[in-house]
T-cell receptor
């Protein structure tokens, strides 16, 4: 069965430091991959998505993600985090029959 | 431009009670779905629909019913609430026709079953 794994439950980084959130997927064909962000008490906002083509995808709020088929990964990166980036981040993959499967999420805390 | 609207935002139920979470979208999207979000488990798909009159089960359908009589509305019914159904529920919609279309989420419904 298709699955999405986010191995890090909670990450803390200092403000201004770089960030990488990990995501691994299992899917035989080319996956369609997403990163969503959820602020406390809010719904989910799409950061970026990958369908095909350039494996480095740019998103909103200065985020980017790189699709690596050889590693079955779609890691989210940001060169310099801001306190407002503290939130929960979800990686997701499009399955067949219009189902989206989500990872369990990574909570990001920012150290002043 | 309302997008996806969920009601109620907060609800407390007693075990055994029934209730309906409402979801409406004004974007003429064919695809609608319900997820529940629990700590450490991400979002899990409960039910989904690819058009009016068509529904199907997701990962965790037990204890929930859905119907899709119109394109706009996709209510989620809890038949006999159980404490295990305490969760945050999200409704989502997207157009069909091109896999990978952006999914739009409602703001969530916080449900507590006591």
């Amino acid at each position: 069965a298709q699955s999405v794994t986010q191995p890090d439950i909670h990450i803390t980084v200092s403000e201004g430091a770089s960030l990488e959130l990990r995501c691994n997927y299992s899917y035989g064909a080319t996956p369609y991959l997403f990163w969503y962000v959820q602020s406390p008490g809010q719904g989910l906002q799409l950061l970026l998505k990958y369908f095909s083509g350039d494996t480095l995808v740019q998103g909103i709020k200065g985020f980017e993600a790189e699709f690596k088929r050889s590693q079955s990964s779609f890691n989210l990166r940001k060169p310099s985090v801001h306190w407002s980036d503290a939130a929960e981040y979800f990686c997701a993959s499009y399955s067949s029959a219009s189902k989206i499967i989500f990872g369990s999420g990574t909570r990001l805390s920012i150290r002043p | 431009n309302a997008g996806v609207t969920q009601t109620p935002k907060f609800q407390v139920l007693k075990t055994g009670q029934s209730m309906t979470l409402q979801c409406a979208q004004d974007m003429n999207h064919e695809y609608m779905s319900w997820y529940r979000q629990d700590p450490g488990m991400g979002l899990r798909l409960i039910h989904y629909s690819v058009g009016a009159g068509i529904t199907d089960q997701g990962e965790v359908p037990n204890g929930y019913n859905v119907s899709r009589s119109t394109t706009e509305d996709f209510p989620l019914r809890l038949l006999s609430a159980a404490p295990s159904q305490t969760s945050v529920y999200f409704c989502a919609s997207s157009p069909l026709g091109s896999t990978g279309n952006t999914i739009y989420f409602g703001e969530g419904s916080w449900l507590t079953v006591v």
